[in-house]
């Protein structure tokens, strides 16, 4: 019987089992296996992290390896994988709610009663599409979570150096700042997706507590993120404020403007399309 499993395709082995429910196992596991490789030095660093950041960030982040870091920042993406899965089924029927408003809305003035329905439904189901599809990323977070950590080591690092004189290594400020990456994973990941789905769910104009106590615990992200980026370059905190505003501004304005210019054009033009389209004439009923 165990030889069988083992020649057995592994597709289908997968069939008749929930793929949603072994994805959670899968990354649970992973998670495991990342904290064991990490190993007792995790928890203790992780605990000065936490209670004795402005003293032992900064020590921590000198005597981690680059592998100890990597490993870390991947598990802090791990966890915020994980915890999407927990909460697909609130974040997936939220985003359809908030889809059929969107597509309701767009096709309020749809002059034929009819097949009014059936465009609707036709929209819901191609956002719908979309969702599924950029949902299926949720696996890739972990491996996105360390490119954006490498990113933002390199701007911050050198952003410091250029005007404040920084003499840190570059490995100094990724290694500190790896343990805002894995907190943020850890303790704001949960948080982070649940706001998603209220934010589609349209609840964060009267947040429920949960939400309120994520939109803290985030913004204290924020503060810690700070003081890693002092910590790691070596700098004052005025001066990582400043880091940190400097980068806000470019890249806050950077997903404004991409936002803006070509993900709202593509999106009015769908709806456009909707609410002008003759289910008829294209071939519908």
């Not at 997936?92 to 908030?98: E, Q």
């Not at 719908?128 to 696996?139: E, S």
């Not at 999106?267 to 294209?282: E, H, M």
């Amino acid at each position: 019987m165990t030889l069988s499993l083992l020649c057995m395709p592994p597709a289908l082995l997968l069939q008749g089992t929930d793929l949603d429910a072994t994805l959670k196992w899968i990354l649970l596991s992973a998670v495991v296996l990342c904290l064991i490789v990490l190993g007792l030095q995790f928890f203790k660093n992780l605990f000065y992290a936490v209670t004795a950041p402005t003293y032992a960030l900064r020590n921590m982040g000198t005597d981690d390896s680059l592998f100890f870091s990597i490993l870390q920042v991947f598990t802090g993406g791990l966890f915020i994988s994980y915890f999407a899965m927990l909460q697909q089924e609130y974040i997936s029927n939220s985003f359809y709610s908030w889809a059929q408003g969107q597509v309701g809305t767009a096709l309020a003035g749809y002059s034929n009663a009819t097949y009014k329905q059936i465009v609707v439904d036709e929209g819901v189901n191609r956002m719908t599409q979309v969702f599924d599809l950029a949902w299926n990323g949720v696996i890739w977070l972990p491996v996105i979570w360390v490119v954006l950590w490498v990113v933002l080591s390199i701007l911050f690092w050198g952003t410091s150096k250029v005007f404040f004189g920084n003499q840190s290594g570059a490995k100094v400020m990724a290694s500190t700042l790896a343990y805002f990456f894995v907190l943020t994973g850890l303790i704001g990941g949960y948080f982070m997706m649940h706001i998603l789905g209220s934010t589609f769910a349209g609840t964060m104009t009267s947040p429920a507590a949960i939400d309120l106590v994520g939109m803290l615990i985030l913004a204290a992200a924020l503060v810690y993120l700070i003081v890693c980026i002092a910590q790691g370059c070596d700098i004052s905190g005025v001066q990582a404020a400043i880091v940190f505003i400097i980068w806000a501004a470019i890249l806050g304005g950077g997903i404004y403007a991409l936002v803006t210019y070509q993900i709202k054009p593509i999106y009015d033009g769908f709806l456009g399309r909707l609410s002008s389209s003759n289910y008829v004439s294209s071939g519908g009923g």
